[in-house]
């Protein structure tokens, strides 16, 4: 009995372990299941979240403004960014600063040599990267020392990008600036040799010309801050003679400016003081440039004779830069201060420039503007120098620009006024750049043309929607496209006044002008017109249309773009 007892015991104890194992094998396979769905919906959910940063960092960075802008540079300045973030980064400050002209080429430069030293790589050569470095080629000469250090770069670490800049920098000196030709070549005969000059026959000669050190020296003399980029030639640079400051004791600007604001002096003793400091090129050109704009402010010398010392010294030469921001700086301040005389005088140095060296083709399209805001075409444009320029070296909008003012001046009439017109719509960037809107330039320009509404009035239609009697269609559904929207500058009909409608409205207009904006209201009205729920808003719509009419027509609108 006792091992009867005993056998059905071990029985027992067996048959609960085998069904305790089977429960733990059950619970190991079904946590094992659930360890797979698990792995598998983190893979899925990682990609999902890799996809998505992917997709984020391919997408466009865009600047609208200013401040964008200014912390897209500080960005791009930071060492806290990947490579890649501050590339794009970059690209869109460029775009930006195409459309703006904010930041000096000079500045571009040196934020992109700053960039590339830090980055581990480089995308690959692109027609935007190619059009960016013909736009860095057109620095200041102070900064050829740092376009060097780009080409020596990718010389070390980037073929790619050193072929094409070689060849860009080739292209821009056959342009014929003096100062740039002489750097290209030098740096090409360095270090490219002979393989770069093989499309560039006319190019190659000329440094051939210069490979003995007695021409380069000769051809050097104009360009001593040059010859010091270059030790290997082992040139001496011809020290510049500086008249009537060799033996003047030369006081800081900070000393100068104290002196200069507490109005003890005469205007012309500050003048001359500022000039003689400015012709050192001792200063940054910004520095001197910002000196400039204080003292002209500081004693109105808008509203008293021309220092014959402006005249002689040609000082307004040393504010023409190659990206242009010099000459824009001070078109604002003439322009603000109502200053002809300096208006031309600057205009004056910039169009003889301009038309000798067609590096500073840029800008040509607001010099243009300025030439006849000014009333100064009479004065240009009998010379056969500068009308030839216009016509056949100046950029394409430059050259409609032109054709058009002359039908105009020529022939005035309803017709030749629209399409001059028109053409300066299109342009209200650069109007912005030299101190202008548009309702300026066209009231002193177009004179009684601009001023009459009936000429206006196939330029911006205000006609209110009405409905139509029409067979409705799904794919006929009207749709508002986003960039009709004028919600982004405040402007909505529910919880808002009258007053802070129209207050939107003036903010949309000078932002992206008054066409823009009859059209989006004009849109509003024509997608809800039939909805009844919308009377209220089609009606709000209709009555803020209406008073854009009336104010466009009495002239008080302000700044219509």
């Known amino acids: 009995m006792h091992d009867s007892l005993m056998k059905d015991i071990q029985i027992a104890?067996?048959?609960?372990?085998?069904?305790?194992?089977?429960?733990?094998?059950?619970?190991?396979?079904?946590?094992?299941?659930?360890?797979?769905?698990?792995?598998e919906e983190n893979r899925r959910l990682k990609q999902q979240q890799q996809s998505a940063v992917k997709t984020q960092s391919q997408q466009p960075i865009i600047l609208?403004?200013?401040?964008?802008?200014?912390?897209?540079?500080?960005?791009?300045?930071?060492?806290?960014q990947d490579d890649a973030t501050r590339m794009m980064y970059y690209i869109a400050l460029y775009r930006w600063n195409m459309k703006h002209l904010h930041f000096s080429m000079d500045t571009m430069l040196a934020l992109w040599l700053a960039m590339v030293?830090?980055?581990?790589?480089?995308?690959?050569?692109?027609?935007?990267?190619?059009?960016?470095?013909?736009?860095?080629?057109?620095?200041?000469?102070?900064?050829?020392?740092?376009?060097?250090?780009?080409?020596?770069?990718?010389?070390?670490?980037?073929?790619?990008?050193?072929?094409?800049?070689?060849?860009v920098l080739a292209k821009q000196a056959m342009k014929g600036v003096p100062a740039f030709q002489v750097f290209v070549c030098l740096t090409l005969a360095i270090?490219?040799?002979?393989?770069?000059?093989?499309?560039?026959?006319?190019?190659?000669?000329?440094?051939?010309?210069?490979?003995?050190e007695a021409e380069l020296a000769k051809q050097l003399k104009p360009y001593p801050q040059i010859v010091r980029l270059f030790p290997q030639l082992k040139l001496k640079a011809v020290k510049k003679v500086q008249k009537n400051v060799a033996d003047v004791q030369l006081p800081q600007w900070e000393a100068f400016m104290t002196q200069a604001t507490t109005g003890k002096y005469d205007e012309a003793e500050v003048v001359d003081t500022f000039i003689t400091l400015a012709k050192t090129n001792a200063y940054e050109k910004d520095l001197v440039r910002s000196v400039w704009k204080r003292i002209f402010t500081q004693y109105e010398l808008a509203h008293l004779p021309m220092p014959s010392r402006v005249r002689t010294a040609k000082l307004h030469d040393d504010f023409i830069e190659a990206d242009g921001q010099g000459v824009f700086t001070l078109l604002r301040l003439y322009h603000d201060?109502?200053?002809s005389v300096y208006s031309r005088s600057l205009l004056d140095a910039v169009v003889k420039k301009m038309v000798k060296y067609e590096a500073y083709k840029p800008f040509d399209v607001p010099i243009l503007l300025a030439i006849y805001y000014n009333g100064l075409a009479e004065r240009y444009f009998t010379n056969d120098k500068i009308v030839t320029y216009f016509k056949t070296t100046a950029s394409d909008r430059?050259?409609?620009?032109?054709?058009?003012?002359?039908?105009?001046?020529?022939?005035?009439t309803e017709k030749t006024f629209q399409l001059a017109y028109q053409e300066v719509q299109m342009v209200d960037v650069y109007l912005e750049k030299i101190g202008l809107n548009r309702q300026q330039f066209g009231s002193r320009v177009f004179s009684d043309f601009y001023n009459a509404p009936q000429l206006l009035d196939d330029t911006i239609d205000f006609r209110i929607p009405e409905i139509v009697d029409t067979i409705e269609h799904p794919d006929l559904t009207p749709t508002l496209n986003t960039q009709a929207s004028l919600v982004p500058f405040g402007y909505k009909v529910k919880s808002t006044t009258e007053q802070q409608r129209w207050d939107a409205l003036q903010q949309a207009i000078s932002e992206v002008g008054l066409a823009r904006v009859v059209s989006s209201l004009q849109s509003y009205i024509r997608l809800r017109l039939r909805d009844p729920e919308y009377?209220?808003?089609?009606?709000?719509?209709s009555q803020d249309l209406g008073k854009l009419e009336k104010a466009f027509y009495e002239g008080t609108l302000g700044d219509m773009r």
């Open 398 to 412: 430059a050259k409609k620009m032109y054709q058009l003012f002359a039908q105009f001046e020529a022939l005035p």
């Open 117 to 167: 030293k830090q980055a581990k790589k480089l995308p690959a050569v692109t027609d935007e990267f190619k059009h960016l470095h013909t736009q860095l080629t057109q620095c200041d000469e102070a900064s050829y020392p740092i376009l060097l250090d780009v080409v020596v770069l990718y010389k070390t670490k980037y073929p790619a990008y050193f072929a094409m800049l070689c060849a």
């Open 64 to 80: 609208r403004s200013e401040q964008d802008a200014k912390k897209a540079r500080a960005l791009i300045a930071s060492d806290n």
């Open 191 to 212: 270090y490219a040799k002979k393989e770069v000059f093989t499309n560039m026959p006319t190019l190659y000669a000329h440094v051939r010309e210069r490979s003995q």
């Open 535 to 541: 009377t209220a808003s089609v009606a709000a719509w």
């Open 337 to 339: 201060e109502g200053a």
């Open 13 to 39: 104890v067996a048959s609960y372990l085998e069904e305790q194992l089977a429960k733990k094998d059950a619970q190991i396979a079904e946590l094992t299941l659930q360890n797979r769905r698990l792995t």
